[in-house]
Structure formats: C-alpha cells, structure tokens
C-alpha cells in the first residue's frame, strides 16, 4: 500500500499550470517537523524539519490556487511517487513526491483573491 498522510506548513505559495486540455497542476513545498525531546539518559535530541514536494492535480490544483498559500497549515493524504530524467551532463536525477488524493487546509481564512470565507469541506 502506497499511502502517506502528512499535517505541516506551506513553505511557499502553490505554483499553478494550467495544461493541455484543461488539466491543472499546482506545486507547493510542505515542511514536517518532528519534535525534539530529552532522553532518560539526558541526551538532547533537537526537532527535525522535512521538506516535502507536494503536487496536486485537477480540483485538488484549484483548491490548492484558491485557498493554500505560504504559512499555512494543511492535511496532505497522498501516495509517494518517484519521476526520473536525465539532465543535460548525461546524469539520471530522481525526485519523489507526495501526489495528493485529498487536502484540507487546517488554517481558518479567506480564499486568496475574494472574501468569501473558507468552506468546512474543500470542493473535491
């Protein structure tokens, strides 16, 4: 099972691309934090912070593009995926990322351009 669930803030507001044939595509870094405690022996292990890419598609893009922007806080349920290519030296790179299948924005505001207020439900 490929299912990954993520609570964090928006680092920076989603970038938006309308395609062919009326398919959208929105892009948005995500950042996780892991807190930091003290272990029984006393050891101080310090928060750790993860970056993840986060892309949406269709009507999960446009709610992204009308409601998500940086510093945010969102619920990401998504799958993991890895798209590969060759760069212009010749050398294969990999990137994952966390495909969305359903977003929530945890942040009560209004949408991006109007003042009608956030729905409870995202319309998706």
């Known amino acids: 099972m490929n299912k990954v669930f993520l609570v964090g803030n928006v680092g920076k507001d989603p970038e938006v691309k309308y395609l062919d044939q ?8 995500v950042a996780t934090t ?5 272990a029984p022996d006393g050891t101080v292990v310090q928060p750790q912070t ?3 890419k986060v892309v949406a598609w269709g009507h999960s893009a446009k709610f992204a593009e009308q409601y998500i922007k940086c510093g945010n806080k969102v ?6 995926s890895t798209r590969s290519w060759v760069d212009s030296a010749g050398v294969t790179r ?12 945890m942040t009560a505001g209004k949408p991006k351009e109007d003042e009608a207020p956030m729905p409870n439900t995202p319309p998706f």
Not at 23 to 28: L, Q
Not at 34 to 38: K, M, S, V
């Open 22 to 29: 009326g398919k959208v595509v929105a892009t948005f870094p």
């Open 34 to 38: 892991e807190r930091g405690f003290t």
């Open 50 to 52: 993860e970056w993840h």
């Open 75 to 80: 619920f990401i349920e998504g799958k993991l």
């Open 94 to 105: 990999y990137s994952t990322e966390v495909v969305v299948v359903n977003m929530e924005g």
